[in-house]
């Protein structure tokens, strides 16, 4: 199972940016998918996760100024980012809960992250 993203890169502070993860491979289903991130020298940190039925978990940091949102048919999911703060500076990663074909239990997959820099 792969997990690829795309769209992290530099904006000032206020601007926006839109992260996508799309997976690939032996793919049965996939329960949750999220992002996480993780700042120079902090730990790895939930940003939001989305289940197969769309129900949404968000960290408090990001409420109203991020949604995640996926596309079952595709295996992708997206976080558009507005109002970026510097804080808000991390490496992204995306995470997802995955059924392979000829098992019974999920896998938890993550991606190489995709960086975000916001400048103040």
């Known amino acids: 199972v792969q997990l690829v993203e795309s769209g992290g890169g530099l904006v000032q502070a206020g601007g926006s940016l839109r992260l996508s993860c799309a997976a690939s491979g032996s793919i049965f289903s996939i329960n949750r998918m999220g992002w996480f991130r993780q700042a120079p020298g902090k730990q790895r940190e939930l940003v939001a996760t989305i289940t197969s039925d769309g129900r949404t978990n968000y960290a408090d940091s990001v409420k109203g100024r991020f949604t995640i949102s996926r596309d079952n048919a595709k295996n992708t999911v997206y976080l558009p980012m507005n109002s970026l703060k510097p804080e808000d500076t991390a490496v992204y990663y995306c995470?997802?809960?995955?059924?392979?074909?000829?098992?019974?239990?999920?896998?938890?997959?993550w991606g190489r992250g995709t960086p975000v820099t916001v400048s103040s």
């Open positions: 995470n997802a809960a995955v059924l392979v074909h000829g098992r019974n239990t999920y896998i938890e997959a």
